[in-house]
């Protein structure tokens, strides 16, 4: 079956340095989607991405982050100069369909440890 | 502004019992709603979509109703196993793909 792919599974940065998460979607999806998770807290929504366009961000989603399908497979997250509060586990998903009632394929995350 | 509330407290349950999961939510019109499950460490993966003129729907062993006038859902999980064990998350679509979680309830099932 088809799955969604994350590397690395874990990243460890310092503060104030570049990280970029990479994501393999599913391969005839369109929608992409990041999601993170701060240790013990909900699955927030950062951004929908399609037709290589942002479709909807959240507040989180502020400048420093930026996301890109720079090929056609690969997905990336690229968060410029990180804080101690971006560390998390972030995940990529991605769906046939942009709408409410698709499935969201999620991807086995990466953890990212910011020190 | 939009809420979605789950029991935060764990729900330990004997294996072979019936586990019910609470989701209610606050200023949403949702046409339907979804439930993931989520294992340690790991993302969240689809269980079941429900939508606002089903009043219940069955997959396996789980179940799921939908009250739009109470603005609740509730997740069964029939004759359980340890191997449920996991969180159980529910989710809307706070607009078009977005999806927006609920914290989850840890479902723990013993021998």
């Known amino acids: 079956e088809p799955e969604v792919t994350q590397t690395p599974s874990h990243q460890v940065t310092q503060m104030g340095q570049e990280v970029i998460l990479r994501c393999v979607p599913i391969s005839n999806h369109l929608?992409?989607?990041w999601y993170r998770q701060i240790l013990g807290q909900k699955v927030e929504f950062l951004v929908s991405f399609y037709n290589?366009?942002?479709?909807?961000?959240?507040?989180?989603?502020?400048d420093q982050f930026s996301v890109e399908r720079p090929d056609g497979s690969n997905f990336t997250l690229k968060i410029r100069s990180t804080k101690?509060?971006?560390?998390?586990?972030?995940f990529c998903a991605s769906s046939t369909q942009g709408v409410?009632?698709?499935?969201?394929?999620f991807g086995p995350g990466t953890r990212l440890t910011v020190l | 502004s939009q809420k979605i509330e789950q029991n935060s407290e764990a729900l330990n349950i004997q294996e072979g019992k019936t586990a019910t999961l609470t989701c209610n939510y606050t200023n949403y019109s949702p046409a339907y709603l979804q439930w993931y499950r989520q294992d340690p460490g790991r993302g969240p993966v689809f269980l079941l979509l429900i939508r606002e003129n089903e009043k219940e729907k069955r997959k396996e062993r789980l179940k799921v109703t939908f009250d739009t006038t109470l603005k609740q859902s509730l997740f069964h999980i029939t004759a359980s196993q340890p191997a449920d064990s996991?969180?159980?998350?529910?989710?809307l679509a706070a607009s078009w793909g977005k999806l927006q979680f609920g914290a989850g309830t840890q479902v723990v099932v013993t021998p």
């Open chain 1, 100 to 105: 409410g009632t698709d499935t969201q394929y």
């Open chain 2, 86 to 91: 996991a969180t159980y998350l529910c989710a």
């Open chain 1, 31 to 33: 929608y992409f989607y």
């Open chain 1, 52 to 62: 290589n366009e942002i479709s909807e961000k959240s507040e989180i989603f502020d």
């Open chain 1, 84 to 90: 101690l509060e971006d560390s998390a586990m972030y």
